[in-house]
Structures are given as structure tokens and as C-alpha cells.
């Protein structure tokens, strides 16, 4: 069964703080994966998309790793701000005709001042 | 501006009515999706239109309809309304999926209802 799953749950860091989510999937016939941010009562804007070849991936202070072997992504922000404050979704694209996504259910991360 | 309008934006209505959703996906995207996301919980896959047609189905009640027109926008029909399909629905949007084209998913920021 097509699956994305994502730890931790929910996060709660200080400001300046480094962080790291994760992401494990179990999709195939696999084609890219996003990582999506979306604030409170907002659509989900993407942040990075790794495809297979792609080990690592960077926007700004967001850094991405893909593990294609081990099936294994994650997200790294570096000197977190109150800004980032948001849900981080996962999402594995297979491609047939037209994409089919495959979402995690999020980490809900909190910088605090 | 991810270049997906949604309206309305929000919509406030009584258990058993019947409301639409509309969505005007990005100029050339030919693919179009429905999630709904009730609160705190993640994104849950309604059905997709590609160029008119239905073209996958994900967890969408049969009170629930959605079409999509010639000019590509999309309608979502939500009928029979209980307490429980209060949420934010998403439309998002996409090209189709050609070489060279990632198909990120772009996203409208969202139609809030509440079932009263």
C-alpha cells in the first residue's frame, strides 16, 4: 500500500533553533518527492522537490535529503523564526498520464520567542 | 499568488443545505484536485479532474459531486450537509504530466465552511 509517514507528530522549538523532520515512504512506482509548507488557514506552498537522483536539496534556510535506497527524506531548518511556525507536509508524486499524490499527514512545528 | 482562486472564501450554512465551491485553476493547468481538511487534521484526497474528465476518486461521500468545465474551471457539490463536513477544502491544480514537467501541485488558499 501506497504510504507517506511523518515524524514528529508536532514540534515545538525556540528561536534560532535547528531542526529536522522526517519523512518515510512507501510508494512505487516513485517519481518525485515535495515538501510542502502550509500555514494556519492557508494553501500549502512547496518548498523543495527531490527526484530520484537528487540527494540533497536547498531553499534558503530549508535543506532537503532524499534516501531513495531506504525510502527516507527530511527536512532540515536552520536558525528556525517565528515565521516557520507552520505544518510541514510530505507529499510523493507517481506519475501515470497525470500525477497521483500521495500526502503524509504533517508535522506541526512551533518556533517560540 | 499561487495563481488558483477559490470562492468563496468563506461560507457559513445550516445542517441538510446544499452548497458550491468554486475553483479557477491556473491558466494552463489542465489537472484539477479536491482535498478537504477538517481541523487539525491533514489533507484528505477528494477526486481529481483532468480536462473535463474524472479521473481518480479518493474519499468522497455520495452526497458529495464535482465536475469540471470546458473553460477548466471546477465545481464541488456538497449536499445533505451535517455538522461533521465542516472544514477547509483546497482546490489545487496542475499541468498534465509531460516530460519536463515536475507537476507541482499548486493550491488555492481555500474555502472555509461551517455546517451550523
Known amino acids: 500500500k501506497n504510504q507517506v509517514e511523518q515524524s514528529p507528530q508536532s514540534l515545538i522549538i525556540l528561536e534560532g533553533k535547528n531542526c529536522t523532520l522526517q519523512c518515510n515512504y512507501t510508494v512505487s512506482p516513485f517519481s518525485n518527492l515535495r515538501w510542502y509548507k502550509q500555514d494556519t488557514g492557508r494553501g500549502p506552498v512547496s518548498l523543495t522537490i527531490m527526484t530520484f537522483s537528487e540527494n540533497t536539496k536547498s531553499n534558503g534556510r530549508y535543506t532537503a535529503t532524499l534516501d531513495a535506497d531506504t525510502k527516507q527524506s527530511s527536512l532540515h531548518i536552520t536558525a528556525s523564526q517565528l515565521s516557520d511556525s507552520a505544518s510541514y507536509i510530505c507529499?510523493?508524486?507517481?506519475?501515470?498520464?497525470?500525477?497521483?499524490?500521495?500526502f503524509g499527514t504533517g508535522t506541526r512545528l512551533k518556533v517560540l520567542a | 499568488d499561487s495563481g488558483v482562486t477559490q470562492t468563496p472564501k468563506h461560507l457559513i450554512t445550516a445542517t441538510g443545505q446544499r452548497v458550491t465551491l468554486r475553483c479557477s485553476p491556473r491558466s494552463g493547468d489542465l489537472s484539477v484536485y479536491w482535498y478537504q481538511q477538517s481541523l487539525d487534521q491533514g489533507l484528505q484526497f477528494l477526486i481529481q479532474y483532468y480536462n473535463g474528465e474524472e479521473r481518480a476518486k479518493g474519499n468522497i461521500l455520495e452526497r458529495f459531486s464535482a465536475q469540471q468545465f470546458p473553460d477548466l474551471h471546477s465545481e464541488l457539490n456538497l449536499s445533505s450537509l451535517e455538522l461533521g463536513d465542516s472544514a477547509l477544502y483546497f482546490c489545487a491544480s496542475s499541468l498534465r504530466g509531460n516530460t519536463g514537467n515536475t507537476g507541482e501541485l499548486f493550491f488555492g488558499e481555500g474555502s472555509r465552511l461551517t455546517v451550523l
Open positions: 507529499v510523493v508524486s507517481q506519475i501515470s498520464g497525470t500525477y497521483k499524490y500521495i
